[in-house]
């Protein structure tokens, strides 16, 4: 079974410039997570979906951060504009079984955002 | 609210020596406590998770952790090191009810030939 995909790996930019990440999660996986793991901290969820349709976005800057998933597959997670404390690695996770918050999530590999 | 602290940020052991990792968490109703493991550029991976069942749970890789209720913990343990743990273990809690899932800051695991 292929894993969680994530694009691109490693990405650079400039304070105020956009970016966005792209997530594939695994095969008829119904919730998907954006997490953002800061250097020394633990992973922090931003954003829970569920099939095409948020469950929880308490924790999403709302003001520069923004997320999709339209056909309740992939996802992608746009910031605009990024500031310099937006550096971290967003990871995306999933997991098969709807509404139940014990289930296995299923991490991609990240991708890690610079901001100069 | 529910959070989990992780005691000790660097943690080193010798090869084939006992391996203590330390969680405890704060939770306002009965919790779902969980380990994961990270190796360098990658995703996290599940070691083990308890959901109300037996308090001494089994994990992967030779990984068990115990729930105490009494002293609010879910230590990470496995009787022999090996050169492949050393990575980052990430312990993390969610409530019974809602959908949050928070993570401790994690424990660098440092294996000594």
């Known amino acids: 079974e292929a894993g969680v995909a994530q694009s691109p790996r490693y990405k650079i930019i400039e304070k105020r410039q956009s970016v966005a990440f792209w997530c594939n999660p695994i095969?008829?996986?119904?919730?998907l997570y954006w997490y953002q793991q800061i250097l020394g901290q633990g992973p922090k969820l931003l954003i829970q979906f569920q099939n095409n349709g948020v469950v929880d976005d308490s924790q999403l800057p709302k003001d520069r951060f923004s997320a999709e998933r339209l056909k309740g597959v992939d996802s992608t997670l746009k910031i605009q504009p990024a500031k310099l404390e937006d550096s971290a690695v967003y990871l995306c996770?999933?997991?098969?079984?709807?509404?139940?918050?014990?289930?296995?999530?299923?991490f991609g590999p990240g991708t890690r955002l610079t901001v100069l | 609210a529910q959070s989990v602290t992780q005691l000790g940020s660097h943690v080193s052991v010798s090869e084939g020596a006992l391996v203590l990792l330390r969680c405890n968490y704060s939770s306002s109703v009965p919790p779902y406590l969980f380990w994961y493991v990270q190796y360098p550029n990658q995703g996290l991976q599940l070691l083990l998770k308890y959901t109300s069942a037996a308090t001494l749970v089994k994990g992967i890789n030779g990984f068990e952790a115990e729930f105490k209720k009494s002293e609010t913990s879910f230590h990470l343990t496995k009787p022999s090191a090996h050169m492949s743990d050393a990575a980052e273990y990430f312990c993390?809690?969610?409530?019974?009810?809602?959908?949050?899932?928070?993570f401790g800051t994690g424990t660098s695991l440092t294996v000594i030939p």
């Open positions: 993390a809690v969610s409530a019974l009810t809602g959908n949050q899932f928070y």
């Open positions: 095969s008829g996986h119904a919730t």
């Open positions: 996770a999933s997991s098969s079984i709807p509404g139940q918050v014990t289930d296995t999530q299923y």
